[in-house]
């Protein structure tokens, strides 16, 4: 039996390690659930981690900044330095960039050498929050491109989908911007079978009342091609749910992961693929 590739990627750099162990169970929750016959071991999740590379540096930055100890919203200050700060730490040449990137492909690498992995042919789905979305996006554009001796796995050939949520990149699709990191991709993996490759979907979610998240599709013409579908959802606690807090919501809320594992299903449906 073959799986399904999982890979989460955070995107505040304040983030802990082993974010998205409950994610992954609600995910396989709703999936097993959905139809008789599903297994939990169908699918296998990775989670990338990098917050450690800037986390020290974004925390002292605060306790710097509020040396006087009377900055009010605490909670969603944290939440605006981390996109804000990775904005600057996170660009092309930096060498915050060049480590994270490192990151990336090492984890990717360390995923694709599973034993259940086939590193030229098991489908790759990636799930990012936030910046992560911005990172994984210009990572994916990159790794395409790029002439290596890396596996089909690791270089996104088998990409099968691209989930983002509380994603800021529209900011960086500004004209006048140019910006490297504004650029969309087409997450389609070429070493997919065709079948395969008509499943595969960009899915941009967003609620309404996170202020760092935007819809994409009406960015440009480029990403109204490549981004299949922004759903306006709304996630987070009874205090949170309602203003920008909401941003840190989407990992527990069920009307993100209950699409996200109706996706998967969309993926894992019936195909030669799967029983070969």
């Known amino acids: 039996m073959k799986r399904l590739a999982i890979a989460v990627v955070h995107g505040l750099g304040s983030e802990e390690e082993f974010y998205s162990v409950e994610l992954k169970h609600r ?106 979305g911005v990172m994984m996006a210009h990572y994916i554009k990159e790794m395409q491109g790029l002439d290596s001796n890396l596996s089909n796995f690791e270089t996104m050939k088998t990409l099968a989908g691209f989930i983002t949520f509380g994603n800021p990149m529209g900011l960086y699709a500004l004209d006048s911007a140019k910006s490297e990191l504004g ?36 960015l440009s013409d480029e990403y109204n091609e490549y981004v299949h579908g922004d759903f306006e959802i709304n996630v987070g606690s009874a205090a949170t749910s309602w203003n920008p807090a909401c941003h840190t919501g989407y990992w527990e809320d069920k009307d993100f992961y209950r699409p996200v594992a109706d996706f998967i299903a969309e993926l894992r449906a019936p195909h030669s693929f799967w029983n070969s």
């Open 27 to 132: 995910i396989t929750e709703e999936y097993v659930k959905g139809a008789e016959g599903r297994l939990e071991d169908e699918l296998l999740f990775h989670e990338i981690y990098w917050g450690d590379l800037v986390k020290d540096e974004l925390a002292s930055f605060r306790d710097k900044a509020n040396y006087k100890g009377d900055l009010a919203y605490q909670n969603l200050r944290q939440i605006m330095t981390d996109t804000q700060a990775l904005a600057l730490l996170y660009s092309p040449g930096t060498k915050i960039y060049e480590s994270i990137n490192n990151r990336i492909k090492d984890s990717l690498r360390k995923f694709a050498s599973h034993r259940r992995v086939l590193p030229d042919e098991t489908p790759l789905l990636i799930l990012a929050h936030s910046y992560g």
């Open 183 to 218: 650029q969309p991709c087409n997450i389609v993996g070429s070493a997919l079978d065709a079948d395969m490759q008509k499943r595969a979907r960009w899915y941009n979610f967003y609620d309404k009342d996170d202020i760092v998240a935007y819809p994409l599709k009406g």
